[in-house]
């Protein structure tokens, strides 16, 4: 099993933020704009997913000219992506599902990975390789935070990263949970303000966001 001390440091700059915003970009020209983007707004993270074509040269472009932004890979979905990711300068790896080769190969090459998971059996699974930190997804339609504090008794060993379905209205009450180490979403990177390449709005948004932890 590899070292955790390289997957600590990530997770605790996710603790602190408390949010990882998702990010969707078609154009790797957007990529410095968005980073710069996201640590004026206080939340120097990103998760860009493989959604589109752009997002390998995004998570380039973010690791090299905004070295401040903690920059990961999301919907990841197998260990051709994690690699290109990797090689891409993404410094942790997310998947949507519990994809036990992926996670393998994270933890051999020391790459923090946080699986997605919904069920008890996916969490033993992550149980198995060692895992401490999982993603809950999608969320909202997985019963929330109700499922999550039904899960804190037989699985206290492990906290989420809750995405689907959570914004500004909802987030608190995951917050609020002990078994939740952030919350992720599209919310904190409203797609029209991409398309606008709104930088200011971007920032705008993860401040008010971002004010939501204050009272924690």
């Not at 997310?94 to 190969?105: E, L």
């Not at 992550?126 to 997985?142: M, T």
Request: glycine share 8%; aromatic share 6%; hydrophobic share 45%.
């Amino acid at each position: 099993m590899a070292d955790r001390t390289h997957s600590k440091d990530v997770f605790d700059v996710i603790e602190k933020a408390h949010f990882v915003p998702l990010i969707v970009l078609s154009d790797a020209e957007d990529a410095v704009p968005m980073a710069q983007a996201l640590v004026e707004g206080g939340l120097p993270i990103a998760e860009v997913t493989f959604r589109t074509s752009a997002a390998a040269e995004v998570m380039r472009q973010m690791s090299y000219h905004v070295p401040e932004c903690l920059v990961g890979a999301g919907t990841v979905h197998n260990v051709t992506k994690a690699k290109e990711a990797v090689d891409a300068g993404a410094r942790f790896i997310i998947t949507p599902g519990m994809n036990p080769a992926v996670v393998d190969w994270c933890l051999s090459h020391d790459v923090p990975v946080i699986p997605g998971t919904v069920t008890p059996s996916d969490l033993e699974v992550a149980l198995d390789f060692g895992l401490d930190v999982c993603k809950f997804f999608p969320a909202e339609a997985y019963g929330g935070v109700t499922t999550l504090k039904a899960l804190a008794g037989p699985y206290a060993g492990i906290r989420f990263l809750p995405t689907g379905g959570i914004n500004k209205t909802n987030a608190r009450s995951y917050l609020d949970l002990p078994n939740v180490i952030a919350v992720g979403g599209s919310f904190l990177t409203p797609s029209a303000l991409v398309k606008a390449k709104d930088w200011d709005g971007i920032i705008k948004t993860c401040k008010e966001t971002a004010k939501i932890v204050k009272e924690l």
